[in-house]
Nanobody, 129 residues
């Protein structure tokens, strides 16, 4: 399974970006067997889970830092998950990674990065004036 994250860039404080994560290479299992998480890591900081979505997209979970500003969604037809980020702040600057976790229950959304099976390569988000 391969995950491809895209959509990062340089944006001014208060601006918006939409990240995409497209998955491919499934054998046996399918995209909707996996919960998806977005994580980020800033220089000198630990990796942080930002947003998570269940296999069907019916349930979402956000870090406190993302609540009210970020929205995670998924479209299982083109195997893509999105992270809409609004009201961006300089502290949102980081490399953002998407990850897929095979789950046994459709509502599961693991928060622990160690529970994720596949990772994308990351996309840089820089919030600066």
């Amino acid at each position: 399974v391969q995950l491809q994250a895209s959509g990062g860039g340089l944006v001014q404080p208060g601006g918006s970006l939409r990240l995409s994560c497209t998955a491919s290479g499934f054998t046996g299992l399918t995209f909707d067997d996996y919960a998806i998480g977005w994580f980020r890591q800033a220089p000198g900081k630990e990796r942080e889970g930002v947003a998570f979505i269940s296999t069907s997209g019916g349930a979402m979970r956000y870090a406190e830092s993302a609540k009210g500003r970020f929205t995670i969604s998924r479209d299982n037809t083109p195997n893509t998950v999105y992270l809409q980020m609004n009201s961006l702040k300089p502290e949102d600057t980081a490399v953002y990674y998407c990850a897929a976790a095979w789950v046994t229950l459709k509502t599961m959304m693991p928060r622990d990065a160690d529970e994720y099976d596949y990772w994308g390569q990351g996309t840089q988000v820089t919030v600066s004036s």
